[in-house]
Nanobody, 118 residues
Framework: QVQLVESGGGSVQSGGSLRLSCTPSGYTCMAWFRQSPGKEREGVATIKRDGTTIYADSVKGRFTVSQDAAKNTLYLQMDSLKPEDTAMYYC????????????????WGQGTQVTVSS
C-alpha cells in the first residue's frame, strides 16, 4: 500500500474557502472522503485519470476536485464552506470502481482537519 499525505486543512469562517492537497497522485481513480465525530466516513468527490468527476450532493457547486500531473498532486478546492463541512478530510486512491464508497479504496492518507465556524 502507498501512503498518501494530505495538507491544507485549517479553520475558517462560514462562507470561506480552503484548498486541500494530497500527494502522490496519478492513480486511475482518486477520491476525497470526510468524517465527523460520531459519523461514518462519507465520500465527497472522486476523479478519474481522464478527468471525470463525481460529487456528493452536499458539496455540488461548492467543491471542485482536480489533479496536477506535473506536481503529482490531487486537490480539493472548497468554497462557500458551511459549519456542516467540519470534518477530518481524507485522500484515497486505487479503487477498482471510482465511486463514493470507501470499501473500494485500499490506499489512504492520515487526514487533515477542516473546521468551519458560523
Amino acid at each position: 500500500q502507498v501512503q498518501l499525505v494530505e495538507s491544507g486543512g485549517g479553520s475558517v469562517q462560514s462562507g470561506g474557502s480552503l484548498r486541500l492537497s494530497c500527494t502522490p497522485s496519478g492513480y486511475t481513480c482518486m477520491a476525497w472522503f470526510r468524517q465527523s465525530p460520531g459519523k461514518e466516513r462519507e465520500g465527497v468527490a472522486t476523479i478519474k485519470r481522464d478527468g471525470t468527476t463525481i460529487y456528493a450532493d452536499s458539496v455540488k457547486g461548492r467543491f471542485t476536485v482536480s489533479q496536477d500531473a506535473a506536481k503529482n498532486t490531487l486537490y480539493l478546492q472548497m468554497d462557500s464552506l458551511k459549519p456542516e463541512d467540519t470534518a477530518m478530510y481524507y485522500c484515497a486512491a486505487g479503487a477498482r470502481w471510482c465511486v463514493l464508497n470507501r470499501i473500494w479504496y485500499p490506499n489512504w492518507g492520515q487526514g487533515t482537519q477542516v473546521t468551519v465556524s458560523s
